[in-house]
């Protein structure tokens, strides 16, 4: 199948999920304390699986300014923070598992991923928008890198990085 046959990111997922993995991952990227796998790639479509270390997220607020997603949580609790809002917290719960939950973040939202004690890991489901070709997330960003190694990866060619500086988000910092 191809882009032609799913119009939606919607219509892709539904698709990925049916046609199952593909078993030879497109490439693998090393953000420091965070891994990313791009599972499958069907342009503007892509798979990406992201595998955090833990005690770390992506604490810096940023956004990926050529592409829309789903985010689904593949692990224990993973706290998402879009747009200054912990939209994973169920309730007044700090440890509560979202495990199966599913996140929509556009492009012009601010977003980061708190601390993940025992590590965590989600499927980011992606429609890469404005001509762009899918590469990684990770490489299509607006903000400040996670790590030396994100920043090393962020000047290589075909990488768009806007450097917006925003405050980081942790997760202590919306609790109660």
């Known amino acids: 199948m191809n882009s032609n046959e799913h119009k939606t990111l919607e219509g892709f997922i539904a698709y990925y999920q049916s046609a199952g993995f593909n078993p030879l991952p497109w490439k693998t990227y090393h953000y420091g304390p965070v891994h990313s796998l ?39 609790h993973v706290p998402l923070i879009i747009n200054g809002r912990d939209v994973s917290r169920i309730g007044n719960a700090r440890d509560v598992t979202n495990y199966g939950a599913k996140y929509q973040v556009r492009s012009t939202d601010w977003h980061g991923v708190g601390d993940v004690p025992k590590g965590g890991a989600f499927m980011s489901f992606q429609m890469w928008k404005n001509g762009v070709a899918p590469t990684s997330v990770g490489l299509n960003w607006e903000g400040s890198p996670v790590s030396a190694d994100h920043k090393a990866l962020l000047r290589q060619p075909g990488s768009v990085w806007i450097k917006t500086v925003k405050r980081e988000v942790r997760e202590a910092q919306y609790g109660t």
């Open 38 to 76: 791009v599972l499958h790639r069907d342009p503007p479509f892509q798979a990406e699986l992201f595998i955090l270390s833990p005690g770390v997220g992506f604490p810096r607020q940023h956004r990926h300014p050529d592409v829309d997603s789903y985010e689904y949580i593949v692990s224990a």
